[in-house]
């Protein structure tokens, strides 16, 4: 699988560039960005491959004329996705579009009407998800429990500073919507601030605790319940055993999380489409741009929640409210 990649950011630098070269049957055929210091660095870090010849690019457009790529990773700024994408679609190309999707609610239904429909890089799918999904009945209340937190500082973003709840917070939407196998129903006793946000999510079987933060220590917890509180599954991530895995120099959660996401797409990529629709892709750990739609539908109803001091909101997927 020939890849492009739009956006030479922390997440390129730090995941997309080491995963897919540690990753079998994936070539990065171009890199893209208008920062002309960030593109350099990305393709320094493809020339430690050796024989690993990687142009450069201004711009997506440009990379998508000079190269034929399978798919095009998007990882620019979250106001750039829809562009970006479009362009893609345009060249006949499928891209992988970062989180979050789109701003807004109509920016994610924008990518949902392309074609090729985007794939959505909701990684965490990939860590937490693999890890806890099987422990998880497939009928049943469940209650969960998400946290993720992170220093944005420490984290040297170049330019994303989208709000907490569209940074670390729609990872944990996505996340109780995918565990759960269940639709978001309503929002209520929302908290939102640039840095902090928390709310509960009613969902079709099941209810979510919600709390993220990008000015705190690294910390990302997901615990599962059934509906007499009884523990079903639990996963912790950052912290002290961050730090010990990285003496004893173990994989990169992150790389780790982007290559499993990487080859997942390959196989995607390769397999029929009456074949997906018979297995059924939403049952798989990518996300559609459908999943995105209704992670986005989230993030608007708890603003709304948050407007009105935590009072319930129902999460409209369509964008058309009552």
């Known amino acids: 699988m020939r890849i492009g990649i739009a956006g030479c950011g922390r997440i390129t630098e730090r995941g997309y560039v080491p995963a897919a070269l540690a990753t079998e049957g994936i070539e990065i055929a171009g890199l893209a960005d208008p920062d002309e210091s960030r593109r350099q660095q990305c393709h320094a870090l493809c020339e430690q491959k050796p024989g690993n010849e990687v142009p450069t690019f201004a711009s997506a457009g440009e990379l998508l004329h000079s190269e034929p790529i399978d798919l095009l990773v998007i990882a620019a700024p979250s106001g750039h996705h829809v562009a970006l994408a479009e362009e893609a679609a345009s060249a006949g190309v499928r891209s992988l579009v970062e989180k979050p999707p789109a701003p807004d609610l109509e920016g994610a239904r924008r990518l949902a009407a392309l074609d090729p429909q985007p794939l959505l890089a909701f990684n965490r799918r990939f860590l937490q998800g693999q890890e806890l999904r099987p422990a998880i009945p497939t009928e049943g209340w469940i209650e969960l429990d998400l946290e993720l937190r992170f220093r944005r500082d420490g984290w040297s973003a170049h330019e994303a500073r989208d709000e907490a709840l569209l940074d670390a917070g729609i990872h944990l939407i996505d996340l109780a919507c995918f565990l759960t196998g269940s639709s978001p129903i309503a929002v209520r006793r929302a908290q939102i601030e640039h840095e902090r946000a928390s709310l509960e999510l009613e969902l079709s079987r099941g209810r979510a605790r919600i709390g993220c933060a990008t000015d705190r220590r690294h910390r990302e917890t997901i615990v599962v319940r059934d509906r007499s509180g009884a523990s079903l599954a639990r996963s912790t991530w950052g912290g ?44 798989r750990l990518l996300a559609t741009a459908s999943d995105g739609i209704a992670a986005i539908a989230v993030v608007e109803a708890a603003h709304r929640s948050a407007q009105l001091d935590g009072a319930e909101v129902t999460v409209d997927p369509v964008g058309t409210r009552a």
């Not at 029929?272 to 018979?278: C, I, R, S």
């Open 240 to 283: 002290i055993r961050s730090r010990i895995s990285g003496l004893l120099s173990r994989p990169d959660p992150l790389i780790v999380s982007l290559r499993r996401q990487l080859e997942a797409v390959g196989v995607f990529l390769m397999e029929p489409p009456h074949l997906l629709l018979q297995q059924g892709l939403p049952n």
